[in-house]
């Protein structure tokens, strides 16, 4: 069965500074799809960025940029130039060919004036 | 603008009742949308997978006769809490697959039984 796991149930950032989030997954899947969402206070859920496994190159959506390591089977999220509205919770999740998505538990990150 | 509709966003009700909730694709057809659950400051749990015109196919522990689901057409399913009890209280939340893209969340529903 698929997994992921977050290690990091909290993180602290300073405004303007970087800070990396980790996460892992266990999957026997050569095709699959992972992805990083942001769950603000309000409780929606907001796609921040996605990699396909089968892309070696790394995505990136402005400041936000993941770390996709397939043989250790690694996805972390780095933010770069943190900002007050980046504070939230992050699920990083994987998808593979059922469409059902698998989330972790989660990093609330705060971000410090 | 959302793409995926979700309604009520909040609900309270007291023990006993059944309470239904909905979930709309307003852009695209979704022949499958997803149901999870959420406890506060755990994650999003699926319950189930709605296939329209289809039985629903639920995840190993979720009691199918407790959450009756519902994909009639290719823009709505529908999630109804029978019988509904305190703990029962969640966030739930759907989304529904588009099949050009990615797959969209609406923004849940929050569930209260007093």
């Known amino acids: 069965a698929q997994t992921v796991t977050q290690s990091q149930p909290e993180m602290s950032v300073q405004e303007a500074e970087t800070v990396t989030l980790s996460c892992t997954y266990d999957?026997?899947?050569?095709?699959?799809?992972l992805f990083w969402y942001k769950q603000p206070p309000s409780r929606q859920m907001i796609l921040v960025i996605r990699?396909?496994?089968?892309?070696?190159q790394n995505a990136t959506e402005n400041r936000f940029s993941v770390n996709f390591q397939k043989a250790a089977k690694s996805f972390s999220l780095k933010i770069s130039d943190s900002q007050l509205g980046d504070a939230a919770m992050y699920f990083c999740?994987?998808?593979?060919?059922?469409?059902?998505?698998?989330f972790g538990t989660g990093t609330r990150l705060k971000v410090l004036a | 603008g959302a793409v995926v509709s979700q309604h009520p966003s909040r609900v309270i009700c007291k023990s006993g009742t059944s309470v239904k909730i909905e979930c709309r694709s307003l852009?695209?057809?979704?022949?499958?949308m997803f149901w999870y659950r959420q406890f506060p400051k755990q994650s999003l749990m699926l319950m189930a997978t709605?296939?329209?015109?289809?039985?629903?196919?639920?995840e190993q522990g979720v009691e199918k006769d407790k959450f009756l689901i519902n994909h009639a057409s290719l823009t709505l399913s529908t999630l109804t809490v029978t019988s509904a009890h305190p703990e029962d209280s969640s966030f739930y939340i759907c989304?529904?697959?588009?099949?050009?893209?990615?797959?969209?969340f609406g923004d849940g529903t929050r569930l209260s039984i007093l």
């Open positions: 989304s529904a697959r588009d099949p050009s893209g990615p797959q969209h």
């Open positions: 999740a994987y998808r593979a060919g059922t469409y059902k998505y698998i």
């Open positions: 709605s296939n329209e015109g289809s039985k629903a196919t639920y």
């Open positions: 990699q396909e496994a089968y892309k070696q």
């Open positions: 852009d695209f057809q979704a022949t499958t």
């Open positions: 999957t026997s899947e050569s095709d699959y799809y």
